[in-house]
């Protein structure tokens, strides 16, 4: 007998609901995105619209298997989320998407760095910030003067290599 009077009651999962719903929307972009692919397989059958393919089928499986389990309410218990951390996290982007063509990317992602920094305990916003800056500095460095390849410069940017 599988019925337990004393079994608590599972309820049904929203948020892995709200999962499944968008793990749906992806997949069909994905199927959508690879209709319009020229289908180039030639002799092998397989052509740059497969993989998108497969991969949007997949999505939807998992969608149907998450909403299956969040209807059953089979998903353990979440513990509380603790919004502050993410917000900084979110804030420190979004000023990075700010900040990036004004400040260039030294500036920008070491406020990021910062801001991440702090949403993992480190409170100290006037040390982790420079420290941000050099880390990213040396990022820009080697991309944009060893590898060749571009990123936003700003001030900092154009002080230590200045256009010639």
Known sequence: MS????????RRDTAALAIAAGLVVAGAVMLWDSARLADLGGYSGVGPASVPRVVGFALIGLAVWTAIEALRGDFPQRPAQNIPP???IVAGLALQL???HVTGFSIATGILFAFTARAFGKRNLAMTIPI???FAFVVWAVFSQLLMLHLPAGP?????FPRG
């Open 3 to 10: 019925g337990n009077r004393h079994e608590p009651q599972r």
């Open 86 to 88: 993410v917000l900084w």
């Open 98 to 100: 700010v900040l990036l």
């Open 132 to 134: 941000g800056i050099v």
């Open 156 to 160: 900092l940017e154009h002080l230590v």
